[in-house]
């Protein structure tokens, strides 16, 4: 089975930094793209950063460009997402999820369980 397990959420101050990871198994990490969501309160799930296994082209919400950094370690088989320079306004349950071929379009298949990120001004 697929499995995908984020954690690394926390409470932090404004101006801190946290870097998220997710576990993946149950599949050939290399040929899966991982990318990381997330859910504020009352909004909706957006997409934060997303890496394309295919060739490595990544995407960031403008909100977060030059702030997060997403990257991997395929021989842990994990993705990270380093945030820097947070913001009370980047508080929000994160999630990563992922699926075979998935072009960082649309949601994909699977999804880990979420990890909370709360940052204080």
């Known amino acids: 089975d697929v499995q995908l397990q984020a954690s690394g959420g926390g409470l932090v101050q404004a101006g801190g930094s946290l870097r998220l990871s997710c576990a993946a198994s149950?599949?050939?990490?290399?040929?899966?793209?991982i990318g990381w969501f997330r859910q504020a309160p009352g909004r909706e799930r957006e997409g934060v950063a997303c890496?394309?296994?295919?060739?490595?082209?990544?995407y960031y919400a403008d909100s977060v460009k030059g702030r997060f950094t997403i990257s991997s370690d395929n021989a842990k088989n994990t993705v990270y997402l380093q945030m820097n320079s947070l913001k009370p306004e980047d508080t929000a349950v994160y999630y990563c999820?992922?699926?075979?071929?998935?072009?960082?379009?649309?949601?994909?298949?699977?999804w880990g369980q979420g990890t909370l990120v709360t940052v204080s001004s």
């Open positions: 999820a992922g699926d075979r071929g998935w072009g960082c379009i649309r949601y994909p298949r699977y």
């Open positions: 149950g599949f050939g990490f290399d040929d899966y793209t």
């Open positions: 890496s394309k296994s295919s060739d490595g082209t990544t």
